[in-house]
């Protein structure tokens, strides 16, 4: 089956500028998750969601970053007024219903803020 | 918090060389230890999960062991296409999220 996909592949922006950025999980898998890697960094967790429950935001850097998942389903990660440290890949992941089950990673966007 | 700490930073390798990746991690209960591979410019892409100390994945020419501190990824007479960055991350046993290492960088010459 198809796996996760992300939209779009690359963006250019320039400061103060808000982008979004959409995620499509695995059909079927309940949880949602949104890392960032930056340049020579490890993947750095921003947020989580399960099924109808509350989100885990602790991972958000800023008030800026806000994101939401309409239906159980999609998602879209939104930065306002970007700055030049936001610049990463925000990388997607989906995983099916149950504690241990590994997440399955989309291909990610790469944001470049000018 | 959790923390791992993957070892060394870079390896390069001539082809059918051997040689192991290392995962330090502290966590506070283990839920699970997951290894994956990424390519340049893509998403990473799930290789093992292993969650308990002993525990042993095979696939082709990886193996991942795990002990109560540490996990290794074993690389065994490497070929080219096994260039990639790996990365460990781990899942504690009150959380849902992957906490990541930054990478082993391998690069296997012909």
């Known amino acids: 089956g198809a796996g996760v996909s992300q939209s779009p592949s690359n963006k250019v922006t320039e400061k103060g500028k808000d982008v979004e950025l959409r995620c499509d999980p695995i059909s079927g898998h309940t949880a949602l998750y949104w890392y960032r890697q930056s340049l020579g960094q490890g993947l750095e967790f921003l947020i989580y969601f399960q099924g109808n429950s509350a989100p885990d935001k602790s991972g958000l850097p800023s008030d800026r970053f806000s994101a939401e998942r309409t239906g159980g389903s999609v998602s879209t990660l939104t930065i306002q007024r970007t700055q030049q440290e936001d610049s990463a890949v925000y990388l997607c992941?989906?995983?099916?219903?149950?504690?241990?089950?590994?997440?399955?990673f989309g291909p990610g966007t790469r944001l470049t803020v000018l | 918090e959790d923390q791992v700490t993957q070892s060394p930073e870079a390896l390069r390798l001539q082809e059918g060389e051997s040689s192991s990746l290392n995962c330090s991690y502290t966590v506070s209960g283990l839920r699970g230890l997951f290894w994956y591979r990424q390519d340049p410019g893509k998403g990473p892409e799930f290789l093992f999960t292993l969650y308990s100390a002993g525990e042993e994945k095979e696939k082709e020419r990886l193996k991942a062991t795990l002990t109560k501190k540490e996990s290794f990824l074993h690389i065994t007479a490497p070929k080219p296409e096994d260039s990639a960055t790996y990365l460990c991350a781990v899942q504690g046993s009150n959380d849902y999220k992957l906490s990541f290492g930054a990478g082993t960088t391998v690069t296997v010459r012909a």
């Open positions: 992941a989906s995983r099916r219903q149950g504690d241990r089950n590994e997440q399955f």
